[in-house]
């Protein structure tokens, strides 16, 4: 049942399915550029399933709530191998400002169906949650199983993880040409945004999304301790803490390969995340970064045998970070054959 495995991609998908193989006693060389280097280091890092539910996006959140199940014991391996706490807080507080906000968060709780997973709060309980939030909220609700961790540290945790496990390393691109020569009795592509130039039998999309990082100053109040999401006139914004301050998210649009940092979409951003946590405004500015969502027409990722010894585990979307577990173990059973039923 042992493999040698080329794996293409050394995001968080990449190398959650290195180890995931490396560890079943595969021989797993991850062959990427500059690993880490995409969406992965862009994540705003929530681990959210139950507050990305939308109705018609069942298969996605049966696969996020598994995922989460997975998170706790994925990080608390990881935990020896990162430079600092994975897990940055648990919980998130859903903030809506008008009467169309407030209906969003209703359907996500239709979706979820289960109040103790998803589940209305009153605004004192959102305002004990979330000190320091506009009064101006129209409705709130929560998430309390729902946690976040530090994308940048998973990341670097599941490298060091990779290479303790034996994983080897190609800094080296791989062009579209090159998958069918790449070693071993299985090619897995994890590629993200990039996959589809690989093996254009892949419908993945870049959806673009602009991600801003500010850093608490001295006279600041602190980051929540919570995940604050917040529908604002019917955009979202995420406000996802950090040990030194908060990641802002995201933009989300439409535009090929392009990384180049939009000043109007962002300044939109800010000025919702401001509108219910007005303190932020004191926050020192840190990072503004672009990346792309490997995105595909049903939101699902792949993961699946694409031919001869071919196969794929990209398509996270909006959902990298949370899927991460899931998929090094879906894929590691893929490539090893020991479960007969192919997602994708
Ligand atoms: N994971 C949230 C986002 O893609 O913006």
């Not at 309980?125 to 994308?151: K, L, S």
């Not at 945004?193 to 850093?215: H, I, M, N, Q, T």
Request: glycine fraction near 12%.
């Amino acid at each position: 049942m042992k493999k040698t495995v080329t794996v293409v991609g050394g995001g968080t998908i990449g190398l959650s399915v290195a180890r995931a193989l490396a560890g079943r006693g595969s021989t797993v060389t991850v062959v990427d550029p500059c690993p880490g280097s995409g969406a992965s280091w862009v994540a705003g890092g929530m681990i959210a399933p139950y507050s990305e539910a939308w109705p018609g996006e069942e298969e996605l959140y049966r696969l996020g709530v598994e995922s989460l199940g997975l998170w706790e014991g994925f990080a608390r391996d990881l935990q020896p191998f990162a430079d600092g706490p994975l897990i940055t807080s648990r919980g998130t507080v859903h903030l809506a400002v008008d009467d169309g906000d407030a209906a969003d968060l209703e359907t996500i709780a239709a979706a979820v169906g289960e109040p103790a997973l998803f589940g209305p709060l009153r605004p004192s309980a959102a305002a004990r949650a979330v000190p320091g939030a506009a009064p101006r909220i129209r409705a709130a609700a929560h998430a309390p199983q729902e946690i976040a961790v530090d994308n940048r540290l998973v990341h670097g945790a599941l490298l060091a993880a990779c290479r303790a496990a034996g994983v080897t390393f190609q800094e080296e691109s791989v062009r579209s040409g090159d998958v069918d020569d790449l070693p071993g009795d299985a090619v897995i592509l994890c590629a993200g945004a990039d996959s589809a130039a690989l093996a254009p039998e892949l419908e993945v999309r870049p959806v673009k999304g602009e991600v801003v990082r500010l850093r608490r100053g001295p006279t600041c109040l602190p980051p929540p301790e919570v995940t604050v999401r917040a529908r604002v006139r019917g955009r979202q914004v995420y406000v996802v803490p950090r040990a030194d301050g908060v990641v802002v998210g995201a933009t989300q649009y439409e535009n090929d390969h392009d990384l180049g940092v939009r000043i109007g979409p962002v300044v939109e951003l800010l000025d919702d995340a401001f509108t219910v946590l007005p303190f932020l405004r004191e926050y020192e500015f840190a990072e503004v970064t672009a990346g792309l969502r490997p995105t595909t027409a049903g939101n699902v990722p792949v993961i699946a045998p694409l031919r001869g010894r071919l196969f794929a585990a990209t398509g996270h979307g909006r959902n990298g970070l949370l899927l991460a577990p899931v998929t090094g173990a879906r894929a590691a059973d893929m490539v090893l054959q020991q479960e007969v039923q192919a997602w994708s």
